[in-house]
């Protein structure tokens, strides 16, 4: 929701579109980043993709919500939603062809780039909302997911 003016008179702006636009862009940089992932291997590919499906869940309830609050009908909605889904196949594809035409240090850089900004989401949005919810769950939930990656760095 976007308040243009003070709290007490305010018109409220709903962010349907705007989501819709932005949601779909993030999930064709998603594809992107599979196809480069696994131009550089089978496993690194697999990792990426499971992760970016297991966020997809989420992410597309997310944006159903977002539509259905932006005055879209419940039916335009799912369609949306399922097609923002299919940008990251259609980023996937490409990239995964185009991306052989590189240098391996300029996939060493794009893998970098896509790495760094799953770091940067864990450390901006998860470890802060572990630490207000205080709940232990989800810091064992956490340090789970670093031992995993851990044990995937070390078999690698």
Not at 40 to 57: E, Q, R, T
Request: aromatic content about 10%.
């Amino acid at each position: 929701m976007v308040h243009a003016c003070a709290e007490e008179e305010c018109e409220v702006h709903t962010m349907g579109e705007v989501s819709l636009m932005g949601i779909g862009f993030h999930s064709l940089v998603d594809g992107l980043t599979i196809g480069v992932a696994f131009q550089a291997g089978f496993i690194i590919g697999l990792l990426a993709a499971l992760a970016v499906i297991l966020h997809k869940i989420a992410e597309g309830g997310c944006l159903y919500t977002l539509l259905i609050s932006g005055r879209f009908s419940k039916k335009l909605s799912l369609i949306f939603s399922w097609l923002v889904a299919a940008m990251t196949p259609l980023g996937a594809l490409p990239a995964f062809y185009f991306v052989r035409l590189f240098p391996n240090e300029v996939l060493g850089w794009l893998l970098a780039a896509a790495a760094g900004s799953f770091i940067y989401i864990g450390a901006s949005d998860l470890v802060p909302a572990t630490h207000r919810e205080h709940n232990w769950l989800n810091v064992v939930l956490m340090m789970l997911g670093i031992g995993f990656v851990w044990v995937l760095g070390r078999l690698a």
